[in-house]
Every structure is written in structure tokens, then in C-alpha cells.
């Protein structure tokens, strides 16, 4: 099924930073990590895009009622140039710079689950690395059958708010089209038994979560598609799973509004540049039980692209973020293999921001 869309105004940003290069370490990883279902799968968001912007700033809500978020380098790693020392932040609870393995297998050594093994690999070619002289690979081949490589972490101890920021960059031309998990994910309780629960419908009481990711309906739309917020919550449209779109959309049925409360500014949608290294940042606070005072951020090289306050994830105070995890899924790739590289991962209690010089 596909809905009328209207496209809305995009900011394409333009590609600078490293270069491409050709990585022959794919694949090289051992055993160790499931192969179950990592991927948030199914038949979401089968819509393109659409609809009008609203004010085109990029910069935080000052003055509004949902509060102001930091922007720019003033989180914590500020506070550790070079994200040196940036583990021992009593605000963080996990980083990971990939500069301690020797292949993709030796990830299980403090990740709690690697999905597709033989897709995943630490890499050491300079081009494909932000910092230090290794980083995360993930490769897709090319086939029309679904796929997920991830590598996800499950928290000590589960929390009410969550900040996960990390470095990657697309191999052009990732020339993919339709359901793509190809980001990050900050979850509660949407893993049981260490398998995804795609398909079965946030409640209120059993799960929530949030995917930053590049969203590309159409073949017409540039690659690697618009930046969203992939979505299960209460209120859900789909049993998939709901976009957020920075202009406040919400596909599918982007006709409809949907009530994010006063806090809310509408923000032109975007498409990042492949073969550059950006900086992700993505927010995920549960609400209070009874109220709307959810939300969900991101950040792009510290800049706010998108902010969605007033919202319900939760209806029980025992439902938290267990969980959150890199991923590189497709429904479908038949145009040639894919291949995703990320860096620098830090998950705190509090804003983090590009890494400090």
C-alpha cells in the first residue's frame, strides 16, 4: 500500500570530509554472535514523503515548554578532547572507539550481541576510519533477500533517558530502496529473549523505541534518503512503525497531524551526503506515566535537526530503555553490495556532542 505525498523542503547537505576508498575487510569476522532477527523488519513506513515545512532553524527551543536542548560543543565530550578518558565520565555508560579488536568476532567481548558476523569487521583502512586506525565495518551483499548486520549493547541498568552518539559514513552509491534500518536504535524491552519483536504493536506496557536512520521510499528520491526518526510507540499508525520527519510528519498517513505538544518547531527535512563522516546524536527520554512529556532528538555534527517533545512512549513507570545498538539492515538489496562504517560510540545519561579536538 503507498500514500499521496507532497514533498516538502529539503536541505541536501553537501558531501566534504574523508574520501572513498575500498575496503577488502569485509567479512572477516569469526563466530560468536547470534543471527537472529537484529532488524527492526517489516513493512514499515512503505510510504515516500511529504508535506509542507514549517520554520526552517536549526537551532535548540529556548523559551519554549518543552525546554531547551544543548547544541554544539558543550556536552560531554567537551569535557574529554580527543574522547580520551570519555569511559570515565560518571554521565557515561558505555563508549567504544573499536580500537581494541582484532576482527569482528572479538566485538562480543563487551557488546552483548553481534547479528551476521560474517558481515561484520573492524576495519583499518584510513579512509573508512574517523579516528585512531580502526573502526566498525558492516557490509550487505548484494541479494533481493532480507538482511540485518547490528551490534547491540543491553544496559546494567535501565534508564528513563538516553544519549547515543557515534561517527559513520555510507559507502556510495547505496543505491537502496524501501524498508532500511541503517543507523542506530535506543530501545525499551523491544527485545525478548534477545530476539526483536517486529510487527507487534507498542501498548503503553511492553515496549518502545527509537531508530535514526535515512528513510528512501522512492528510487527518484537522492540516496541515502531523508534523516527520521523510525518509531514504536502507543500511538503508533502503522504495526510497523511510524517516521517521524523533521517537519513533523508522520508516515504513514502524513496527511494526518499529529500532537506534539507547544514545544514543537518544525524543521526542514534533510538528506546527508555518502562517502562522509558525520556526527549522530540521538535523544530517547520516556515520559512520565499519565503525562506527555516524552522526547525524541538528534543532532547532526551538534546542530539540532529534530526534536519531537509531548509524547506518550510508556503508560508504566517500569517500562525503561534496556537497550541500544548500531544496525545495517535491508529488506531487499539488488543493486549491489552496501556497506556502512561506524566510529567514536558514546551512550550517556546527558548530552554528549562531536567529539572535542
Known sequence: MRWAV???AIVVLPACGSGSGADGAAGTTGAGGATGAAGTTGAAGTTGRGGTTGAAGTTGIAGSSAGALPEGNTGIASRHPGDIGIATDPDVLFADDFESYAQGGDLNQ??????????????TTAANVYRGSKALQFTLPQQTAEL???TDKVLATEQDV?????YSRFQPPYDVVGSSHNGSSISAHYFINGQATPGVPADGTNKFLA??????GEAATASPGYLNVYVYHP??????GDHFFPTGLVSPNTSLPFQYGPGFVARPDMIQALDRWYCYEIMLKANTPGQRD??????LDGVLVMDFPGLRLRDVASLKIDRFGLSFHIGSNPNGEARKWFDNVVAARAYIGPLAP
Not at 531508530?211 to 528512501?216: D, G, Y
Not at 500511538?235 to 510497523?240: A, V, Y
Not at 516524552?294 to 543532532?299: C, D, K, L, P
Open 294 to 299: 516524552g522526547r525524541i532528538a538528534a543532532w
Open 148 to 150: 540485518s548486520d547490528a
Open 211 to 216: 531508530n535514526l536512520e535515512n528513510w528512501r
Open 162 to 166: 538516553l544519549f547515543l552518539r557515534y
Open 110 to 123: 563487551r557488546w552483548s550481541a553481534v547479528y551476521q558476523n560474517q558481515y561484520v569487521a573492524i576495519t
Open 6 to 8: 507532497v514533498v516538502s
Open 235 to 240: 500511538e503508533q499508525r502503522s504495526q510497523w
